[in-house]
């Protein structure tokens, strides 16, 4: 059974929050993306996960069907360009690149 939200800051901006103690089971599971889409009422077509874990952020999320950016600015993995962030603020840049409708968008350059 998932629990109610976690009392913390970060938290409070989040629609959702799933801990694998809840779920039982850990990323790259397909039970927890399950328990995070099911929370948020959504299908894995509308999701995009981003995180800095090859397997449990970019795989596993995948394998569900959800799109996916992976943070690696070693450019370890053999993940397409076009789904790699370097940190978690090109996030902008990584889903102009990605989303076709946002390729037009403004965005201030990348540095």
Sequence with gaps: MIQPRPTHLLFDSMDAVVLSVDVGRR?????????????????AQDVWFIGD????????????GMEALLIDPQGKTSVPLHHRLDTVFD??????????????A???PRT
């Design 106 to 108: 403004t965005l201030p």
């Design 91 to 104: 996030l902008p840049h990584g889903l102009r690149l990605t989303l076709p409708d946002l390729s037009a």
């Design 53 to 64: 874990s090859y397997e449990a952020d970019y795989v596993g999320p995948r394998r569900m």
């Design 27 to 43: 990323k790259p599971h397909t039970d927890i993306y399950q328990a995070a889409l099911h929370q948020l009422a959504v299908s």
